[in-house]
């Protein structure tokens, strides 16, 4: 991946961060990483791993597809697929999530 694909996902990482009113400290421990390393992901310098695109998504609400690609719903409102998802169906939900995610390997 590019640079500049980095800094843009950085950029929609702070911006969600900026929403709920978190400083980069308190974002890094919610995400279970140092302040120094979330520091770096927000200026594109590192990338956030799979387990950590979805732990964003669980924790700040941030669709994956949006986080890697600008693209898509973004925020809490991803969170109501879920909710309307068919019973029995949400493992291939989040098992289509966690395949999006692999894309930004």
């Not at 979805?54 to 609400?61: N, Q, S």
């Not at 909710?83 to 999530?97: F, H, S, T, W």
């Amino acid at each position: 991946m590019t640079t500049e694909l980095y800094v843009e996902i950085g950029e929609r990482l702070r911006q969600q961060r900026k929403k709920m009113g978190m400083t980069q400290e308190e974002t890094a421990e919610l995400l279970g990483i140092s302040p120094t390393y979330y520091g770096e992901i927000e200026r594109g310098n590192r990338k956030l791993s799979i387990q950590k695109v979805l732990t964003v998504y669980e924790k700040m609400g941030l669709e994956p597809t949006y986080l890697l690609t600008g693209e898509g719903i973004s925020g809490k409102a991803m969170l109501d697929i879920f909710k309307d998802c068919p019973k029995g169906k949400e493992p291939v939900l989040e098992q289509v999530l966690r395949c999006i995610a692999m894309l930004y390997q």
